[in-house]
């Protein structure tokens, strides 16, 4: 018959047919378009039920001619229906997506936190005025964190109400160090004077957590080991560090007082960065606010490192770097310090 043996006609057939399968959009049109196009009611199945009244050898290739086709449409549909189940799967994924990310506010690069940025400011003041920096373990033995620095053995401090000892060795010979002045002593063990050098590092001890006192802190101590060192150049140290750290309108000032390690000694307190001296509810109404300790190092402790106590003076003094933070930004509370919040943090 004609149509049948039309080759033109059959692949215009076949054009619309996949035309027809590509024009689906979901799975359910390609399913009534594979049905039109290829199902028992299609154009091609009209085509197969004519081949009967072709002479056998017009049957023949008329048939192989209609099988490529029909298998090249089934190819295609099966491709489109690939696409078609994928993009429905994409979009029922994104339809069920739960975003369980959180992305704090401002900038999403992140940075120091305040106590380590203290700490770099303090260690470049010190620096500009020619200390050297030095770091030590803070696990330490009694005899660096105590014996050396003519702390007896009677002494509050090392009972095991106020420090933390670990376990190791024989009872009571370790600790995690309760300052950094073990730190100059391991300096004066291994450096000849002259030494102008400081301590920052964590330190620990048996605290309440407070307003003003943490367990855990972070402390630097300055030891300068010359000749002819007196207390005037300690108070001149001192008052020069507060004037570069807090700024011209914050002074010092001396308070006699005593430690073990030095003598005389002192406490050196700062003007109130609240009221810059006027009196407020944070200094007491004083104008003052003590900052740290300080003094002359004592005869026993050069002895204890080899040093002649008659050729050779020095001072010591000592802070909380966490404290210096919380008195130069006005922080209420010092654990805040250790909060990580992130309203916090991204204030500094």
Not at 132 to 158: C, M, Q, S
Not at 218 to 245: C, M, P, R, S
Request: aromatic share 8%; charged share 25%; glycine share 8%.
């Amino acid at each position: 018959m004609g149509p049948v043996m039309d080759t033109a006609q059959l692949e215009d057939t076949e054009r619309e047919a996949a035309a027809r399968l590509q024009a689906a959009t979901d799975p359910d049109q390609l399913r009534a378009a594979e049905y039109e196009t290829l199902g028992k009611r299609s154009a091609l199945a009209a085509f197969n039920q004519q081949l009967g009244q072709l002479s056998p050898e017009e049957r023949r290739s008329t048939g192989q001619l209609l099988n490529a086709a029909r298998a090249r449409l089934q190819a295609f549909a099966d491709a489109r229906r690939q696409e078609l189940e994928a993009e429905a799967r994409a979009a029922r994924l994104e339809a069920e997506r739960l975003d369980l990310t959180e992305v704090p506010p401002g900038p999403e690069r992140g940075h120091l936190n305040l106590v380590t940025q203290t700490r770099d400011e303090l260690e470049e003041v010190f620096i500009g005025m020619g200390y050297a920096v030095a770091e030590g373990p803070e696990v330490e033995t009694d005899w660096y964190n105590f014996e050396a620095l003519n702390i007896p053995k009677a002494h509050p401090a090392r009972s095991g109400f106020d420090t933390l000892y670990v376990d190791w060795g024989e009872p009571g010979s370790t600790l995690l160090r309760a300052h950094t002045s073990p730190v100059q002593i391991r300096v004066m063990q291994t450096q000849k004077p002259p030494i102008y050098s400081i301590m920052p590092g964590k330190v620990y001890r048996k605290d309440t957590p407070d307003a003003r006192h943490t367990p855990s802190f972070n402390q630097i101590e300055g030891l300068v080991v010359d000749k002819a060192i007196t207390f005037g150049d300690l108070a001149g140290t001192i008052e020069v560090f507060t004037g570069a750290y807090f700024g011209p309108a914050i002074h010092s000032r001396l308070r006699p007082a005593y430690f073990p390690f030095t003598e005389p000694s002192a406490e050196f307190e700062i003007t109130c960065t609240i009221c810059e001296g006027e009196g407020c509810r944070t200094c007491s109404g004083t104008g003052w606010i003590e900052l740290g300790g300080c003094g002359m190092v004592h005869p026993n402790v050069f002895a204890a490192v080899g040093i002649d106590p008659e050729e050779w003076g020095g001072f010591a003094f000592g802070f909380g770097i966490d404290r210096c933070a919380q008195m130069r930004h006005g922080l209420s509370d010092m654990r805040v310090l250790l909060d990580n919040d992130i309203r916090f943090i991204s204030q500094f």
